[in-house]
């Protein structure tokens, strides 16, 4: 199989490989995939709290250069943009960026899920921390 | 050292230098049809085939006369299985393989099954050999043919070929072997091993490729096959077509070259394979060899990489020729049918990668592609999710994987 430059480039120098803190509260972790399958990724956004801007964003995935790739580019596209402009990234951006042939589409598809995981996470977490911190400010409002 | 570095002889090998020589003057001046018997060009080509077929003979300690030429083992495989199956039609409709068969006798095979043959695929032990009691048990008075291979391509695991063909003999079954991986690698000797047809190739022993043969035992049983193809009657009726005489000097030549040199190729081979895995072993955790170590052919090596995808081991290792049994690297998109006959899960297969080490292989090229392999497996380990939840002390199988 002849890979893309651009594939090439993201396997050879990978961007953003590592892991965020998971059990913090403005963290988001997605992992997708099974190895079964033979892909496996896992994909970290970190949002400022203030400005609601992913911050910083990791990857780490077990699969092809393709899928590598895919996930690579994922975490240099995350940051900087906030959640929602984040949720518009779609797997067609990521085929047509790293010229993907047919049968590596399933790759950037689960690229787009591991951005979506992460950022449902993310939410969900928000949601629950939002909750959690309830009844302090009702304190503090009263004193 | 000249790169790239190929490790992918169970694929194919590099045609020995020796063989093309012998070869060559049979393209040019040499040029008859072996079967022209009233003239010089005939007769010098029918010569020719006539030392090719005693070389081929003496390899595997069969008689001349009992080898029949083909385009390859494919063929080889074809011509055997169904030609047995026509030819003893009457006495029974049942044959027996293995899981593990390369697919020139599993689709083989299924063409018979659509055509009321019935068909026993054996499983295999997870150390890649059948299991005997098995193979006893599957017969039956309908089993008129056992098909299994000498030694697996992707594996290298060799079968306990001369017990199989003894139960096979005692029961009055025929047997088959494919032995392209095995002949000219190991001694193969049909009498002592119990074989009554067995396939062979050039282009896995150093010989041209589109050139086979097929072994078909003469005397004790006299075995008889259908051929598979009309024509001029060639090869005492089994197979017709004009002879590919350069091919087949060049098949004669391969497997004299080998006949006299596996003894210390053998040696040679097995030290390199045996110092590829030390220093894999050495330099990496978590690696897992695929197969029975002790029942291998000297030159294969296969080796999963826990938690690295095959293909993108490939892609990391892009100067050194070898495969992968990664879902990815194969046409069908699956993971190799053979480590998943072992009972290795799709992830193990999925991490497979393997080595044919061969003749022309040197101890410098075996150091560069461990070094280089330790090398890519561990970066693409810093890359892995799996790896870190691993290390992380966590068992992989008891996670909720959001399967695709
Ligand atoms: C075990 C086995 N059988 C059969 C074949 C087919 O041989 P050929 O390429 O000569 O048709 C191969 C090689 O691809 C093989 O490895």
Not at chain 1, 67 to 89: C, H, N, P
Not at chain 1, 134 to 139: K, N, R, T
Not at chain 2, 125 to 154: C, F, P, Q
Not at chain 2, 349 to 360: N, P, T, V
Request: charged share 25%; aromatic share 6%.
């Amino acid at each position: 199989m002849a890979y893309s430059d651009k594939v090439l480039d993201h396997y050879n120098n990978p961007r953003n490989v590592g892991s965020l803190d998971k059990k913090a509260a403005n963290v988001g972790t997605g992992m997708v995939g099974a190895p079964e399958c033979g892909d496996v990724m896992k994909l970290q956004i970190r949002v400022n709290d203030e400005s609601g801007i992913i911050e910083d964003a990791k990857f780490k995935t077990f699969g092809c250069g393709s899928a590598i790739a895919s996930s690579s580019l994922a975490t240099e596209w995350l940051k900087g943009k906030t959640v929602d402009e984040a949720l518009r990234i779609k797997n067609t951006d990521i085929v047509n960026e790293l010229a993907l042939p047919p049968v590596k589409i399933h790759c950037s598809v689960l690229a787009e899920d591991a951005i979506k995981a992460a950022i449902s996470d993310y939410r969900t977490k928000q949601v629950a921390s939002v909750s959690a911190k309830q009844p302090e400010l009702v304190g503090q409002l009263v004193a | 050292m000249k790169l790239p570095i190929y490790l992918d002889n169970h694929a194919t090998t590099r045609m020995d230098p020796r063989v093309l020589d012998a070869m060559l003057p049979y393209f040019t001046e040499l040029y008859g049809n072996a079967a022209s018997r009233n003239h010089e060009f005939g007769w010098a080509a029918e010569v020719a085939v006539d030392k090719a077929r005693k070389q081929i003979a003496d390899l595997i300690g069969a008689t001349p006369k009992e080898i029949i030429f083909t385009s390859g083992a494919t063929e080889s495989n074809n011509l055997a299985i169904k030609g047995v199956a026509e030819m003893y039609a009457e006495k029974g409709n049942h044959i027996i393989t293995a899981a593990t068969e390369h697919k020139a006798v599993l689709d083989t095979c299924k063409k018979l099954e659509k055509g009321g043959c019935r068909v026993t695929y054996l499983p295999l032990k997870a150390d890649g050999l059948i299991d005997l009691d098995m193979l006893r048990e599957s017969i039956t008075d309908k089993t008129i043919l056992v098909t299994i291979m000498y030694a697996n391509n992707e594996i290298g695991v060799i079968q306990p070929i001369a017990e199989i063909g003894k139960i096979c003999r005692e029961r009055g079954v025929l047997f088959h072997t494919d032995a392209v991986q095995a002949a000219g690698k190991i001694p193969v000797d049909v009498n002592k091993d119990n074989i009554d047809i067995m396939s062979i190739t050039g282009h896995k022993l150093y010989g041209p490729k589109g050139v086979g043969a097929l072994y078909v035992r003469r005397k004790g049983p006299r075995v008889q096959i259908t051929a598979q193809m009309d024509g001029g009657g060639h090869e005492r009726g089994m197979r017709s077509g004009t002879l590919n005489v350069p091919g087949i000097v060049g098949l004669g030549e391969a497997c004299e070259l080998a006949r006299k040199e596996m003894p210390e190729e053998s040696k040679r081979m097995a030290f390199l394979r045996d110092k590829l895995r030390a220093k894999l072993e050495a330099g990496l955790d978590e690696v897992f060899i695929n197969g029975s170590m002790e029942h291998r052919l000297p030159g294969n090596l296969n080796m999963s990489f826990l938690y690295v995808e095959g293909e993108s081991l490939l892609m990391g290792i892009n100067d050194v020729a070898v495969s992968s049994g990664s879902a990815c690297t194969s046409a069908t998109l699956e993971p190799s049918y053979v480590l998943k006959a072992l009972g290795l899960g799709d992830d193990l297969a999925h991490s497979s990668i393997r080595f044919g080490i061969g003749r022309f292989s040197t101890e410098e090229e075996i150091d560069y592609v461990a070094d280089k392999l330790v090398d890519v497996v561990s970066k693409l380990r810093e890359l892995s999710p799996l790896y870190e939840m691993v290390k992380e002390g966590i068992d992989l199988s008891t996670v909720q994987w959001a399967a695709h």
